[in-house]
């Protein structure tokens, strides 16, 4: 017998998002084109997160300056370190990772790093500047016309990789809304495709000096040009002018992987914990990469290691956190336990605003990060600075810089990378608790005695176990949502 529902007309209106709240204002929106451009489509932060014009780390753009990407530490570790100490480093890591497996060694067993291996592999598809369906070889027009030559135009023929259909291959007008619109609409669809935290930059002339000078992985130049279309040479790969927008996005890790270390060392447990937030990434980007196409508009990203342009600082920019000593983003929410990934575009959005939560004065007093990493290579100076320790560094923001090559030395000797500061880090809890949200506003907002105030809560973090690693072997026995992430039934890092 059908039953009649027991939740009322306004409160399911409401959890529809189709209701106005406030007053007796009940206007309902009448379709889906509504309820995009409407105000309930805004990324709705906690209260205590403050939006600000400028972020709270300080910027010098006169000094900053465009990056060659090939600098970085995963590029260019073997010169810091010398060949001769990257070899025997590597041959060891080899050893031991075998010996480990053979001994049934807890977070390095045969079944471990297979999580491991295989979470990294998840994407289905390599990464593509336009998209993996186009072919830049041959292209030297500067049209971004090349595609894929042998591919199929029809889902009921080739259901594995269908090539996108553009609006004016479908013969009807592309995609117009105006940068309210798409950028809700962007965030939807990102949400969708796996993100968790969605915001937007605007290319500005400082901003393009976030974009990467040189590419890391074959030493292709990045320009910016006066044309149309995106397109890519032997040389080079274009970035048309009227691309003037940058969505920037976050994967979230894992709490319950990351925390899985043994003593310092880190376990392939934890390593899986990245390795699987890079492989939802690259499905992610080559989704959000389509769907742009097919609504009109280019979506261009990089080779793999942080794509175009530096990862930390387009987040800032676009508020989805601050700087942290860690020298990576954490957020009010989810703390460091994210990877960010970003795609310029010429799709008008409307840019999101830095924030201010109180996490990188937070970090001044903290040092739990610096004080647990193995390598030593973190920052425990109080105040941030302004000087570079390294080539690996970009000058002209003022922040804890580290000791990179340190730190990828580090992850040959573990054999499984490195994510301890990550996992120690006071915000890498599950937002899920009263106490939480009470502590993240006295972070946020007192202003009498911070430095004191954030020092208690620094130690009650180490007191209440929170740094401590967990029991290894026992993630594989636990209940856990898809991707382990957001676990409302709680667990025992609850």
């Known amino acids: 017998m059908k039953r009649p529902s027991t939740v009322g007309k306004k409160t399911r209106r409401e959890n529809m998002g189709l209701d106005r709240f406030g007053g007796n204002d009940t206007t309902q929106f009448s379709d889906i084109d509504e309820v995009t451009s409407s105000s309930k489509g805004v990324w709705k932060r906690p209260w205590w997160v403050r939006e600000v014009d400028k972020p709270t780390m300080d910027i010098d753009w006169e000094v900053t300056e465009r990056f060659d990407a090939r600098k970085i530490q995963q590029m260019s570790w073997r010169k810091y370190v010398g060949e001769d100490k990257a070899n025997e480093l590597n041959k060891r890591r080899e050893e031991k990772l075998r010996q480990w497996i053979l001994e049934e060694k807890p977070g390095y067993t045969l ?7 295989a979470g990294a592999q998840a994407g289905s598809v390599k990464t593509s500047f336009q998209g993996s369906w186009y072919k830049p070889e041959g292209q030297n027009k500067g049209d971004g016309s090349a595609f894929v030559s042998n591919v199929s135009t029809s889902k009921l023929t080739d259901p594995a990789r269908p090539k996108p259909l553009s609006p004016e291959e479908l013969g009807v007008p592309r995609w117009e809304g105006s940068p309210q619109e798409n950028a809700r609409m962007i965030r939807s669809a990102l949400k969708h495709f796996g993100a968790d ?7 500005t002339e400082q901003h393009k000096k ?3 000078e040189v ?6 130049r ?3 040009e006066n044309v149309e279309k995106a397109y890519e040479t032997e040389e080079k790969r274009v970035i048309p002018e009227k691309a003037r927008w940058v969505i920037v996005f976050s994967i979230q890790m894992s709490e319950e992987l990351i925390k899985r270390k043994s003593g310092l060392m880190p376990s392939a447990l934890s390593a899986a ?3 699987a937030a890079y492989g939802q990434a690259r499905n992610a980007l080559d989704q959000l990469q389509c769907f742009l196409h097919v609504l009109g508009y280019q979506g261009l990203i990089g080779t793999w290691y942080n794509g175009l342009g530096i990862a930390p600082a387009f987040a800032v920019l676009a508020g989805l956190g601050e700087l942290g000593r860690i020298n990576r983003m954490i957020s009010p929410e989810h703390g460091p336990l994210q990877r960010v990934f970003k795609i310029v575009t010429d799709l008008p959005l409307e840019p999101t605003k830095p924030i201010d939560a109180g996490i990188m004065n937070f970090c001044r007093t903290c040092k739990v990060c610096a004080d647990e990493c193995p390598a030593d290579c973190l920052s425990k100076k109080t105040d941030p600075y302004w000087e570079p320790v390294g080539p690996w560094n970009n000058p002209g923001h003022k922040t804890w810089y580290e000791d990179s090559p340190s730190c990828r030395t580090w992850w040959a000797t573990s054999t499984a990378g490195c994510s301890t500061c990550f996992a120690v880090c006071a915000f890498s809890k599950k937002n899920i608790s009263l106490i939480h949200d009470l502590v993240k506003i006295a972070i946020a907002k007192n202003k ?3 430095d004191q105030v954030n020092a208690f809560f620094t130690k009650m973090d180490g007191i209440f176990g929170y740094q401590d690693q967990r029991e290894i072997e026992d993630w594989w026995d636990m209940e856990l949502p898809p991707r382990g992430t957001n676990n409302p039934k709680g667990s025992q890092l609850d």
């Open 448 to 450: 009498i005695f911070p």
């Open 111 to 117: 079944r471990d790093r297979a999580l491991d291996i």
């Open 273 to 275: 914990a990245t390795g």
């Open 197 to 203: 935290q969605v915001g937007y930059v605007e290319l």
């Open 222 to 224: 990045i320009e910016f």
């Open 210 to 212: 976030l974009i990467y």
């Open 215 to 220: 590419d890391s992985l074959d030493g292709k």
